[in-house]
């Protein structure tokens, strides 16, 4: 299997965008997912299939992939998105299936 | 829409066999296209994966837990269950059940369903403590 790397923090101020990267070898081939996961709190899936939204997830939302790197951003950062972000994807061939996530991006809304 | 629940108890020795089940409701477990899935996350830690169980049976599970773990289904309860063996303090954690969707895709004349949406919902989750 891989890793998926992503940075163990971000801060960003109300209003502003914030952006969490996640990089792993496979994710040009694999789709990777976001989740945000808040204190006491089970995880929700924020992004799917690197670009998608869920629905009832807020337009600020977005994803994105290049290379071995994809990146969730928060357009207009607002202090309930302070949480917890985990990424995503699968490592896969004919016989092999296994989910990995990323260590977890702690944002803070300073 | 669907709910899931995880049960089982909170405290497991060291060396037995941790149980636990999802209920689903507003679905059935019948449905197709379905990855019913067990993840787990370590207190203060991220999440890990451990594994999932497909409409077909089939099932796939994280190697790290070396054959410890597994997840079956109870179609006339509704539920799924994971059952982890020879328990050690280290498998201290909070439980979800989740569920993934397939995404079917065709090549070279065959056809295959990995999971591809994400997983979602996810149950409470529930903290399980190995002491003794």
């Known amino acids: 299997s891989y890793e998926l790397t992503q940075p163990p923090s971000v801060s960003v101020s109300p209003g502003q965008m914030a952006r969490i990267t996640c990089s792993g070898d496979?994710?040009?081939?694999?789709?990777a997912y976001w989740y945000q996961q808040k204190p006491g709190q089970a995880p929700l899936l924020v992004i799917y299939?690197?670009?998608e939204r869920p629905s009832g997830i807020p337009e600020r939302f977005s994803g994105s992939s290049s290379g071995t790197t994809v990146t969730l951003t928060i357009n207009g950062v607002q202090a309930e998105d302070e949480a917890d972000y985990y990424c995503q994807s699968a490592d896969t061939n004919a016989t092999h299936l296994e989910v990995i996530f990323g260590g977890g991006t702690r944002l803070t809304v300073l | 829409q669907l709910q899931l629940q995880e049960s089982g108890p909170g405290l497991v020795k060291p060396s037995q066999t941790l149980s636990l089940t999802c209920t689903v409701s507003g679905g059935s477990i019948s449905d197709g296209g379905n990855y019913w899935s067990w993840i787990r996350q370590h207190p203060g830690k991220g999440l890990e994966w451990i594994g999932f169980?497909?409409?077909?049976?089939?099932?796939h599970y994280n190697p790290s837990l070396k054959s410890r773990a597994t997840i079956s289904t109870d179609t006339s309860k509704n539920q799924f269950s994971l059952k982890l063996t020879s328990v050690i303090a280290a498998d201290t954690a909070v439980y979800y059940c989740?569920?993934?969707?397939?995404?079917?895709?065709?090549?070279?004349?065959?056809?295959?369903?990995?999971?591809?949406?994400?997983?979602?919902?996810w149950g409470r989750g529930t903290l399980v403590t190995v002491s003794s």
């Open positions: 299939k690197d670009t």
């Open positions: 989740a569920r993934d969707k397939a995404k079917r895709y065709c090549t070279g004349g065959r056809c295959y369903d990995p999971p591809g949406f994400g997983f979602d919902p």
């Open positions: 169980i497909y409409d077909s049976g089939d099932t």
């Open positions: 496979e994710l040009p081939r694999q789709y």
